[in-house]
Structure formats: C-alpha cells, structure tokens
C-alpha cells in the first residue's frame, strides 16, 4: 500500500468520526463568536467583516480597537487596549484563548503603548503581551502558546531607592515578518527580530535577532541561518 492510501484511509477515518451534531456546534459557536463581535463594534471597536470574540473575552475600551476581516480573538482572553495609538489587528489572523495583553494606558494619561499585529498571523494560546511601550507584530508571523513579551523595564540602578519609586524605561519590541516563536519564549524591551527569523521553545531573548537566524537557549543566541532551499 502505498503512502497516499495510508493518508485516504486517515481522512476517512477522521470525517466518519466528525458527526452532523459536531458540524452543528461549529456553527452555532461561529455565530456565537460573530454575535460578540458586532457587540464589540456597537461599543466602538472599528472592525471588518467576520469578527469573532469568544466565550468569556472581555475587552475594555473597544473605542482603540481596530481590526480587519476575517479576525478572531478566542475564549477567555483579556484585551486592555486603553492608549493614544491603541490596538490593531490586521486581516486574517487569529489569537487563540487565554490571551492577556494590557497597552498600559489608565484613567490619569492613555501611555506610549500600542499593539499593531499584520496579517495572516497567529498567536497561540496563554499569551502575555505587555505592551506598555509598544508591540509591532508583522505579517505570516506564527507565535506559540505561553509566549512572553513585555514592551518595559523597571529602573532600578538605585539601590538606595524602592525599584517601584525609580520609574520604567520603555523601548518597544519589534518583530518583523515571517517570524516563528516557539512555545515558551520570552521577549524582552527592545528587542527586535529579523524577518524570517526563528526562536526555539523556552528561549529567553533579551538581545536583538538578525533576519533568517535561528536562535535557541537563555539567553537565546543565534545557532545558524536558514538557507535557501537550493543551497
């Protein structure tokens, strides 16, 4: 038998296990999500077509929410999105559940923090985005469940003074496009890395990273570069 009716028999296998009550939930819990999303827009999010929220999400100050199509943001996430820049997802991308992320705005001053996230990406579930000085996500980026990324660092050089009374630099982490970040990472202020690059699971990156490197360990150094499929 060869390989290809291994992978019939599978399929078979897989949709004969998928029964019409499974397709039925599937699409009440879609219209459910697309139900949470013209919610959100009616409190004043500025979102297009097919924006699903899931059970259990709470997204406060909707007003700096601006999402394209086809976004969905899944069950049980928090989304803080108090800043002068905001919130923005681009078309196609998908967060899975359990997402924290704060831009650090408060009553008193609206902060330096935003979130700008590209298109056709994903970020996997138990995701920690500290946004407080500022998150650019690009595009075709893939991140992995309980990833880290805190956007600020408290001063703390004075040891003579409270940590909490020496205040917080903010520098901003950037990460280009066709990124893929493992499970487990964390991504410190500053930090920026290159398109194409590659972060393995449980890495600690708190030095920038070059395009199409591949960098593991904590903290993580850069291993090797991807190559071309030729070379």
């Known amino acids: 038998m060869q390989k290809s009716d291994h992978l019939q028999i599978i399929n078979g296998l897989i ?91 408060n009553w008193q001053a609206n902060g330096y923090g935003f979130i700008d996230i590209g298109e056709n990406s994903f970020i996997g ?29 408290h001063v703390y050089s004075d040891k003579d003074r409270l940590i909490r009374e020496q205040g917080i630099r903010y520098e901003g982490i950037i990460i280009e496009d066709d990124v893929w970040i493992g499970s487990k990472v964390t991504i410190v202020d500053g930090v920026k890395v290159g398109q194409g690059a590659v972060i393995g699971a449980g890495s600690v990156v708190t030095k920038s990273i070059p395009p199409y490197a591949v960098a593991v360990g904590v903290p993580a150094k850069v291993v090797r570069y991807r190559a071309s499929k030729g070379d």
């Open 125 to 153: 579930c138990n995701g920690v985005l500290g946004a407080g000085g500022g998150i650019h996500i690009g595009n075709n980026v893939l991140i992995g469940q309980n990833v880290n990324l805190h956007s600020e660092n």
């Open 15 to 105: 949709l004969s296990s998928v029964t019409w009550k499974d397709r039925w939930y599937n699409r009440i819990s879609r219209r459910q999500q697309l139900l949470r999303g013209q919610i959100v827009r009616w409190r004043g999010a500025q979102s297009g077509l097919r924006f699903g929220v899931g059970a259990g999400t709470q997204i406060l100050y909707p007003g700096c929410l601006n999402v394209g199509d086809d976004v969905t943001i899944l069950d049980y996430s928090y989304l803080h999105c108090l800043s002068n820049k905001g919130v923005n997802i681009g078309n196609n991308t998908s967060i899975d559940r359990n997402l924290w992320l704060h831009c650090g705005g």
